[in-house]
């Protein structure tokens, strides 16, 4: 895939760049219709983004699927909030993998409702969670995803402590950052042990993709 995307503007524009099915791309629309419609009464995305959903939350979102492991079948999409990037990934897994499985953790139910009728509008199999991100990584216990993704949700060093249970040593989490990615990096290797790989985001200049594996709590000496 190309280094820089063009701006993306509709699903037409979507289906072409990224390669995916009408049905797909028919999908997508049907999200963006929805967002607009429940936007007027649940904040779902900033409402300066929402004219240009299609690249700041569609396409932002499609780009994480390229880092992902090529047979991951669980996700886990934690503050899944307006389905970005969780519900979106389901949406382009379902055509990928469909024998994946995504979870969506929303703690608010007035979102979580949305993401359900997303899902249901678009036939999308889909796992929904109401309820907080620290709960749910308190119940983890040996729920291993293959994938974790989390947009906007918190500071690095507090997202790994919350992906820390989900972890083995296949696990690849895809964390989009802004322009301190790299010192979110610096300070969440104070208390954990991890390899990460910063990439360029392809919908906001500057902006980056922390991808981190083999998640650890640092040990002492």
């Given at each position: 895939?190309?280094?820089?995307?063009?701006r993306?503007?509709?699903?037409?524009?979507?289906?072409?760049?990224?390669?995916?099915?009408?049905?797909?791309?028919?999908?997508?629309?049907?999200?963006?219709?929805?967002?607009?419609?429940?936007?007027?009464?649940?904040?779902?995305?900033?409402?300066?983004?929402?004219?240009?959903?299609?690249?700041?939350?569609?396409?932002?979102?499609?780009?994480?699927?390229?880092?992902?492991?090529?047979?991951a079948?669980?996700?886990?999409?934690?503050?899944?909030?307006?389905?970005?990037?969780?519900?979106?990934?389901?949406?382009?897994?379902?055509?990928?993998?469909?024998?994946?499985?995504?979870?969506?953790?929303?703690?608010?139910?007035?979102?979580?409702?949305?993401?359900?009728?997303?899902?249901?509008?678009?036939?999308?199999?889909?796992?929904?969670?109401?309820?907080?991100?620290?709960?749910?990584?308190?119940?983890?216990?040996?729920?291993?995803?293959?994938?974790?993704?989390?947009?906007?949700?918190?500071?690095l060093?507090?997202?790994?402590?919350?992906?820390?249970?989900?972890?083995?040593?296949?696990?690849?989490?895809?964390?989009?950052?802004?322009?301190?990615?790299?010192?979110?990096?610096?300070?969440?290797?104070?208390?954990?042990?991890?390899?990460?790989?910063?990439?360029?985001?392809?919908?906001?200049?500057?902006?980056?993709?922390?991808?981190v594996?083999?998640?650890?709590?640092?040990?002492?000496?």
């Amino acid at each position: 895939m190309s280094a820089e995307l063009p701006r993306i503007r509709s699903a037409e524009a979507f289906q072409e760049f990224f390669g995916v099915s009408r049905e797909t791309a028919d999908r997508l629309a049907t999200y963006e219709a929805l967002l607009k419609t429940w936007q007027q009464t649940i904040n779902l995305v900033s409402p300066a983004t929402l004219a240009d959903a299609w690249h700041r939350h569609f396409a932002d979102s499609a780009q994480l699927l390229n880092f992902s492991p090529p047979d991951a079948k669980t996700w886990l999409d934690l503050g899944s909030g307006g389905g970005f990037p969780g519900l979106v990934l389901a949406i382009l897994l379902a055509e990928r993998a469909p024998e994946a499985h995504m979870t969506l953790v929303e703690s608010d139910s007035r979102k979580a409702a949305f993401l359900r009728e997303v899902a249901r509008k678009t036939g999308v199999v889909v796992e929904i969670r109401v309820e907080r991100s620290e709960k749910i990584a308190t119940q983890a216990k040996s729920q291993i995803r293959d994938a974790i993704t989390a947009r906007a949700l918190a500071p690095l060093p507090k997202l790994l402590g919350l992906v820390l249970p989900f972890f083995s040593p296949q696990t690849v989490a895809l964390f989009p950052k802004g322009r301190e990615a790299e010192v979110e990096v610096e300070e969440a290797k104070r208390r954990f042990d991890f390899d990460s790989q910063l990439v360029p985001s392809l919908t906001e200049p500057g902006a980056r993709i922390v991808i981190v594996r083999n998640l650890a709590v640092k040990t002492e000496g």
